[in-house]
Nanobody
């Protein structure tokens, strides 16, 4: 059974940093495009950042210049470094893996940014 397990969330003050990690198991991690999505209460889930199997990255405009997505294929892990956090970044962050039509989601990790 494929598993994506997120970690690294928590409570941080505005301006602070967090590093999220998503460890994947039972998939051929290197061939998957990976992404981070978030959902705040009462809002739709939105894309935060993605990284392809080739290492190409894409970011939501709201996080460009503040967040960095990376991957370590040797560790089957994708990371999201979040700097200069804002209260509006508060959300439940989910990891996603995608290869063709195969899609997996993790349970997520909560990020709360206080003002």
């Amino acid at each position: 059974q494929v598993q994506l397990v997120e970690s690294g969330g928590g409570l941080v003050q505005a301006g602070g940093s967090l590093r999220l990690a998503c460890a994947a198991s039972r998939i051929n991690f290197a061939i998957y495009d990976m992404g981070w999505y978030r959902q705040a209460p009462g809002k739709q889930r939105e894309l935060v950042a993605t990284i392809t199997s080739a290492g190409n990255t894409n970011y939501a405009d709201s996080v460009k210049g503040r967040f960095t997505i990376s991957r370590d294929n040797a560790k089957n892990t994708v990371y999201l470094q979040m700097n200069s956090l804002k209260p509006e970044d508060t959300a439940h962050y989910h990891c996603n893996s995608n290869w063709r039509t195969v899609n997996y989601w993790g349970q997520g990790t909560q990020v709360t940014v206080s003002s």
